[in-house]
């Protein structure tokens, strides 16, 4: 899922503004969204990992990270599509 924010916008705004988009469209997929989880809301799985919202459906989980520099983030930092 790619956004794409207002290049007029404080960095700050189009982080909440790309926050507010993912939400909506997991909400409108019938997720129930944290949008800004605690630690102890974050799955063992995922232990050390800060995610934006995490989207959960089910026994279905989806951790979220906006990127907010093209360079934030490298392929050490990626967390396993299958995790144990």
């Given at each position: 899922m790619t956004m794409h924010t207002?290049?007029?916008?404080?960095?700050?705004?189009a982080v909440e503004d790309a926050l507010d988009r993912v939400a909506a469209e997991y909400r409108d997929e019938g997720y129930e969204v944290i949008v800004r989880p605690q630690v102890d809301q974050v799955p063992a799985f995922a232990a050390g990992f800060r995610?934006?919202?995490?989207?959960?459906?089910?026994?279905?989980?989806?951790?979220?990270?906006?990127?907010?520099l093209v360079n934030e983030w490298?392929?050490?930092d990626s967390i396993s599509k299958n995790p144990r």
């Amino acid at each position: 899922m790619t956004m794409h924010t207002n290049s007029h916008s404080s960095p700050g705004q189009a982080v909440e503004d790309a926050l507010d988009r993912v939400a909506a469209e997991y909400r409108d997929e019938g997720y129930e969204v944290i949008v800004r989880p605690q630690v102890d809301q974050v799955p063992a799985f995922a232990a050390g990992f800060r995610p934006d919202p995490i989207a959960t459906r089910g026994n279905e989980r989806v951790l979220i990270a906006i990127k907010r520099l093209v360079n934030e983030w490298s392929e050490e930092d990626s967390i396993s599509k299958n995790p144990r």
